[in-house]
T-cell receptor
Framework: QKEVEQDPGPLSVPEGAIVSLNCTYS??????FMWYRQYSRKGPELLMY????GNKEDGRFTAQVDKSSKYISLFIRDSQPSDSATYLC????????????FGKGITLSVRP | GAVVSQHPSRVICKSGTSVKIECRSL??????MFWYRQFPKKSLMLMAT?????????EQGVEKDKFLINHASLTLSTLTVTSAHPEDSSFYIC?????????????FGSGTQLSVL
């Protein structure tokens, strides 16, 4: 079993839809959970960062962490064509600025 | 926000040659930088952790003599792919940590697409 599993996608939604992206993990030592957005042939950009379990909201983005189920989610409300990108979940044992383990990424396309 | 500059963005080389990729933190000092490799439709795989003034720590399965890492200053780390072969063709990305920040985010470079002919 891989340490981090992410829905393979790709995912295509109409503009304005609510998008749900998910990752599961097997390493119970992970405490820091991140979502990155990556445009084609560019470096990842941090969207959301959560420590331990709970929810975090930032504008149209909400990150959820359920450590008991080893499951994290990213919700995008009122999706826009500009949200079209690859989204990667990432996790760390020791910190958001330490060694990260990434999911495979899912490519999202938001249709106008 | 903090900027990490990675250069070159794209390089094409002949098999057997060596290629150097630079990663610079432009407005902060980075004691630690990370080097990742990404294949198409695959995740970023950590290759090594680069620490300023000391030897890099390589992940299991990464050949340290093949992928030479030098972190000679607080703002520069380099990755040299030695005697490159077509199977080394990949997207290489660096990231850096601001040494003044605690538990803050990593800053990623824009990546280098290496194509070995």
């Amino acid at each position: 079993q891989k340490e981090v599993e992410q829905d393979p996608g790709p995912l295509s939604v109409p503009e304005g839809a609510i998008v749900s992206l998910n990752c599961t993990y097997s390493n119970s030592a992970f405490q820091y959970f991140m979502w990155y957005r990556q445009y084609s042939r560019k470096g990842p950009e941090l969207l959301m960062y959560t420590y331990s379990s709970g929810n975090k909201e930032d504008g149209r983005f909400t990150a959820q962490v359920d450590k008991s189920s080893k499951y994290i989610s990213l919700f995008i409300r009122d999706s826009q064509p500009s949200d079209s990108a690859t989204y990667l979940c990432a996790m760390s044992v020791t910190g958001a600025n330490s060694k990260l383990t990434f999911g495979k990424g899912i490519t999202l396309s938001v249709r106008p | 926000g903090a900027v990490v500059s990675q250069h070159p963005s794209r390089v094409i080389c002949k098999s057997g040659t060596s290629v150097k990729i630079e990663c610079r933190s432009l407005d902060f000092q980075a004691t630690t930088m990370f080097w990742y490799r990404q294949f198409p439709k695959k995740s970023l795989m950590l290759m090594a952790t680069s620490n300023e003034g000391s030897k890099a720590t390589y992940e299991q399965g990464v050949e340290k003599d093949k992928f030479l890492i030098n972190h000679a200053s607080l703002t520069l780390s380099t990755l040299t792919v030695t005697s490159a072969h077509p199977e080394d063709s990949s997207f290489y990305i660096c990231s850096a940590r601001d040494q003044r920040a605690t538990n803050e985010k990593l800053f990623f470079g824009s990546g280098t697409q290496l194509s070995v002919l």
